[in-house]
């Protein structure tokens, strides 16, 4: 895994800008800590920051290729599981190869097939190549978005990088947010509009994108859908064909010429991930497997199962490690390490994130890091299988928003008068919420209910999948570590995609269809485990530093959150959750008041960070800055 910048310009001759190009690379030194490179010509400025996963010698960037007499470059971040079969394919057409890395099967690619080539790509990436004869810069992105890209169009500019800091390194790019952005911040948040990057001209590339870019301007197309058929497999069949799809995956995935490990919490996901990479090392001698897991500090005596958290890993951890035979590491972390966390956690995603979930997930992958520099994870499986409570409650299943994200009422209550009269944000919830829904592909005859399921899993996919996927690659990146994602193997998701909710729930259970497919594979304790999320810390101790650190925060004057809030509103808030004993969450399962207050700690945190402008998106596309006491210099 990598990071890259990218910098076009029709006007400017970039080769007087290499120190601007730095600064840009430089953001992304924990994403590439091994090595760099960068290339400029006179409108064409390319940087590399590179995390040595496969070959180590003929694996750098920018990589430049020439083919009758034509030159392309790439700058390439992310991992192709296919490329042997990709490479035997070009061979055949005729082209030699001087590495065995995936960055350079990948440039032959698009030397070979265009634009085209990305349908043929198995992995996760996000790449630029620059076409020297013909003046265009080709942009793509992994079809679920596993791989980050932005970028800002700006006069005859257009920029690009891994992550938002990368963009902000330049100086034609401001940290401004206008009334979208502080829409996708309180009323979306943490989750994040697809294609939109909070701050005012910053876009991202949306998953299963492609983007060509040369004088004449931008042209943005999708070369990947999720496409609706008949399911006319049996469930016998259809089981052998999601446990060969996975563990397919899984085999794929372990490829690498650096220590890989995979991240354990003892539930079904990511212990059939573990079990088939196990199986994988046993066959090739490898020695045992290393595994982590997470735990907190006061949960042993402070945990109460409730209806989104059953119960907690630590024995479901210790049954599959010591079935599989792995090596295993718990790591521990404390309230402390999870408040002071909360900062580095703005800072790896750019934007408020889970808060203590973020925070936690930054401090396992720091200590995981310095055992391995690739980790399996078992993402995605409920976005696909349909594992969440909304899923199967009626009441959830019903609402007319995202399931997640019920309580807009309370997170809306704590914002200032002022701020809740200019933005309407009920109606831009709304409005993202419908326009998703006109994008689900139907299938022909289906009932409502069905149909409704899949609205609910389209939901899932372009939604909350991404905000996960987010959160893991920029909690892992910030500390060099490549996490892959075996469960967003397109071939697996379209399969999935298209069986019905009866085979799907097969034996009356969330996520049936893969409990019969690991049958075998696993201990039937461990199959038959009720679903539970990532775990959270339950330590009073925690909601005592957020609350103190928040109401720290509200009675400064200067805080820029100060200038956002109704502070007598976050005031009764910090009583509430003082007080309460309720877990009903306001966003996902997991986060609850502590981690309401927590995020709000993070909104101070980004403000202050990234010295954010609050301007007001005038008609016309003019932008001005409204209220001055909305501005942070």
Same mark, same amino acid.
């Given at each position: ?13 970039? +080769? ?183 701050? =005012? ?79 994988? $090392? ?58 002071? @966390?909360?900062? @580095? ?24 890091? +310095? ?34 994200? +019920?309580?807009?009422?309370? =997170? ?15 109606? $831009? ?30 939901? &899932? ?29 397109? =071939?697996?998701?379209? $399969?999935?995609? &298209? ?28 199959? &038959? ?83 954010? &402008? ?5 008609? $016309? ?13």
């Amino acid at each position: 895994m990598c990071g890259i910048v990218g910098w076009i310009d029709w006007e400017n001759d970039l +080769r007087r800008q290499t120190a601007i190009l730095k600064n840009m690379m430089d953001t992304l030194v924990n994403r590439g800590p091994d090595a760099s490179g960068m290339r400029v010509s006179q409108h064409v400025a390319l940087g590399h920051r590179r995390l040595i996963v496969v070959d180590p010698e003929g694996g750098g960037q920018p990589m430049e290729r020439r083919v009758g007499g034509k030159s392309f470059v790439i700058v390439y971040n992310g991992e192709l599981y296919n490329t042997k079969e990709l490479r035997d394919q070009l061979k055949e057409r005729g082209y030699e190869f001087q590495s065995y890395s995936d960055t350079e099967t990948l440039l032959v690619s698009y030397i070979e097939w265009g634009p085209e080539c990305v349908k043929r790509l198995n992995g996760i990436f996000a790449f630029g190549i620059w076409d020297e004869m013909n003046e265009c810069l080709f942009l793509a992105r992994d079809r679920f978005g596993v791989k980050p890209l932005f970028y800002v169009k700006k006069d005859n500019a257009l920029f690009f990088g891994s992550e938002i800091k990368a963009l902000l390194a330049h100086p034609d790019v401001q940290p401004c947010v206008d009334e979208e952005g502080l829409a996708e911040i309180f009323a979306l948040g943490p989750t994040r509009t697809p294609g939109h990057g909070v701050f =005012r001209g910053i876009k991202e590339l949306k998953p299963g994108c492609c983007m060509l870019y040369t004088r004449r301007g931008t042209n943005v197309w999708r070369y990947w859908v999720l496409e609706s058929l008949p399911h006319t497999d049996d469930v016998d069949t259809t089981a052998v064909k999601v446990r060969y799809l996975l563990q397919d995956a899984v085999e794929r995935q372990l490829i690498a010429d650096v220590p890989v490990c995979t991240l354990l919490s003892g539930g079904l996901d990511s212990s059939a991930l573990t079990a088939f990479a196990a199986e994988s $090392y046993d066959k090739k001698g490898m020695g045992p497997l290393h595994t982590f897991s997470i735990e907190y500090e006061g949960n042993e005596s402070f945990f109460r199962p409730n209806q989104f958290q059953p119960e907690s890993d630590e024995r479901w951890v210790r049954l599959v490690s010591e079935f599989l035979g792995t090596c295993h590491r718990t790591v521990k972390v404390d309230t402390r390490q999870l408040v002071d @966390a909360l900062a @580095a956690a703005v800072r790896a995603r750019d934007l408020p994130g889970m808060a203590d979930i973020d925070s936690s997930l930054y401090l396992l992958f720091r200590e995981v890091k +310095r055992h391995a520099t690739v980790a399996l994870s078992g993402e995605c499986a409920d976005e696909i299988f349909g594992g969440y409570p909304w899923f199967h409650r009626q009441d959830l299943l019903q609402s007319a928003t995202f399931p997640w994200s +019920r309580s807009l009422d309370k =997170r809306l209550s704590v914002l200032s008068e002022e701020l809740r009269s200019r933005i309407d944000f009920k109606g $831009y919830v709304a409005e993202r919420y419908r326009s998703t829904l006109a994008e689900v592909p139907y299938l022909d005859g289906e009932d409502w209910l069905e149909k409704r399921r899949r609205e609910m899993f389209y939901l &899932n996919i372009t939604w909350f999948m991404s905000q996960l996927l987010e959160r893991k690659d920029r909690m892992s990146m910030a500390n060099g570590l490549e996490v892959r994602v075996p469960f967003c193997d397109h =071939r697996l998701v379209e $399969y999935v995609w &298209n069986i019905p909710w009866e085979m799907k729930t097969w034996g009356q259970r969330e996520k049936g269809i893969l409990r019969k497919a690991l049958e075998g594979v696993l201990p039937k304790p461990v199959l &038959n485990r009720k679903k539970n999320p990532y775990p959270k810390t339950y330590n009073p101790s925690y909601t005592q530093a957020v609350v103190c650190e928040l109401n720290r925060i509200i009675s400064c004057p200067s805080s820029p959150l100060v200038q956002l809030i109704d502070v007598a509103a976050v005031k009764a808030l910090l009583e509430e959750v003082m007080s309460s004993q309720d877990s009903t969450p306001w966003f996902g399962q997991l986060m609850t008041g502590p981690q309401f207050c927590a995020y709000l700690i993070q909104v101070d945190m980004w403000l202050r960070q990234y010295g954010i &402008n609050v301007v007001s998106d005038m008609a $016309y596309g003019m932008h001005e800055e409204y209220n001055p006491a909305l501005c942070f210099e």
